[in-house]
C-alpha cells in the first residue's frame, strides 16, 4: 500500500458489497449453500490494476458491520489503498446474491443495497490532495446511480482531474434500474463522459447512449464530445476502436473455449485498456489487452477472481508475441 507521500497511479471510486455466489445450479430461492466475494465495478478495477502492480486508491463509505470489514480485509488484502474509506455508523454495506449458471448465459443477480453507507458518499468525501494526487481517475456509470450525492462526487472527481490535467477512463456500465428515467441515466452519463479521455462503451450500451448501434457511428458521438479515443466493446467479435487523430480498427477477440460467468468481463477489459495506456502503448495495444482480460475474467466464475497477477499476464503476452515472430 502506497505511504500518505507516495502518490497513486490511479484512483476511483464507488460501492463495495458483499456477494453470495451460489455453489449450485438453479433459482436462488432454492439455491442452499453459497461462497461470499466482494463485488463492485470500480473495486474490480481497483483490484485488476493493483494486481499488475499499480499503486491504486479504492475511495469509498462502509459499514459498521461484518460486511464493512470483509470489504476492508479485501482491499489489504490486494494491496489497495484504503486511506479514502471511511466508515459509516448509521448505514450498512450492501449485499448481494449471485446464481450459478453453467451453460454461459447471464447469471441472476438479486441486490440489497438500497440505503447503504456507500449511497451517502457526497463531495464532503472529496480529498483533494489524494485524489490530484493519481496520475490517472477512473469512472463507472455505477457509482453515480447509486444516489443523487454520489452522482455530484463524480462530477466533482471528473473536474479537479481535469484541471489538474491528469487522465480519466469512463466505462457506462448502464443500471438502469438505479435511475429515476432512462433519459435522466442518458443525459448525465453523456455528460460525465465529456470529461473523460477515453470512454469505453459495449455496443448495445451505444445504442441506449447515443442512438446507434454502429461501433463508428457511437465512437464519433463521443470524440466530437472531447474524448481522445472511444472503445466500443463488441463481444465475441473483439472492440473497435477510433482516436481523435483518425485512427481506428478492430481488435478481434481472444478465443475462449467455455465461457463460466460474464460478470466483470467489462472491468477486466478496463484493467487492460487502463494498464496499457498508463504503460504508454497504442490504444490498438490496449484494447488488445483489455480483449486478453476481459477474456480471462468470464472464464472463472466470480467478478474478479479471473484478474491476473503480472507475471501471468506477461507471460502470456510473451507467448502470443514469440507465435507471432515465429
Known amino acids: 500500500m502506497p505511504s500518505m507521500t507516495e502518490s497513486l497511479d490511479v484512483v476511483t471510486y464507488g460501492e463495495a458489497m458483499a456477494m453470495f455466489v451460489a455453489t449450485e445450479t438453479g433459482p436462488l430461492a432454492q439455491v442452499a449453500h453459497f461462497t461470499k466475494r466482494a463485488a463492485g465495478a470500480e473495486l474490480n478495477v481497483a483490484t485488476g490494476l493493483a494486481r499488475l502492480g499499480f499503486k491504486v486508491g479504492w475511495m469509498s463509505r462502509v459499514g459498521a458491520d461484518s460486511f464493512g470489514q470483509f470489504v476492508r480485509d479485501v482491499l489489504a488484502q490486494e494491496g489497495i489503498d484504503a486511506r479514502c474509506v471511511s466508515t459509516d455508523e448509521r448505514f450498512p454495506t450492501g449485499f448481494q446474491l ?29 480529498e483533494r490532495d489524494y485524489v490530484t494526487g493519481a ?14 450525492t454520489s452522482r455530484e462526487l463524480a462530477f466533482r472527481l471528473a473536474r479537479e482531474m481535469r484541471a489538474a490535467g491528469r487522465s480519466i477512463t469512463f466505462d457506462p456500465n448502464l443500471r438502469p434500474t438505479l435511475w429515476s428515467s432512462r433519459e435522466e441515466m442518458v443525459a448525465t ?17 451505444g445504442l441506449v447512449l447515443t442512438g446507434s448501434d454502429d461501433p463508428a457511428s457511437i465512437a464519433r458521438f463521443y470524440l466530437a464530445r472531447g474524448a481522445r479515443g472511444v472503445v466500443v466493446k463488441l463481444g465475441a467479435q473483439g472492440a473497435y476502436y477510433a482516436t481523435s487523430e483518425g485512427e481506428q480498427g478492430v481488435v478481434k477477440a481472444q478465443p475462449v473455449a467455455r465461457v463460466v460467468d460474464t460478470v466483470g468481463a467489462g472491468d477486466g477489459f478496463a484493467v487492460g485498456v487502463i494498464s496499457a495506456l498508463l504503460e504508454g502503448r497504442t490504444l490498438a495495444q490496449a484494447v488488445e489487452r483489455g480483449n486478453r482480460i476481459g477474456a480471462l475474467a468470464v472464464q472463472v466464475i466470480g467478478d474478479s477472481e479471473g484478474l491476473p497477477q503480472r507475471a501471468q499476464l506477461d507471460a502470456l503476452e510473451a507467448q502470443d508475441a514469440n507465435a507471432d515472430a515465429a
Open 98 to 126: 449471485k446464481s450459478k449458471n453453467d451453460d454461459g448465459s447471464d447469471p441472476a443477480i438479486e441486490y440489497f443495497r438500497r440505503g447503504s453507507a456507500a449511497s451517502r458518499l457526497s463531495p464532503y468525501d472529496f
Open 189 to 205: 452519463l453523456n455528460e460525465l463522459a465529456t470529461y473523460a479521455d477515453w470512454v469505453l462503451p459495449g455496443v448495445s450500451e
Open 135 to 148: 496520475r490517472h481517475l477512473h469512472l463507472s456509470g455505477v457509482a453515480p446511480a447509486i444516489s443523487s
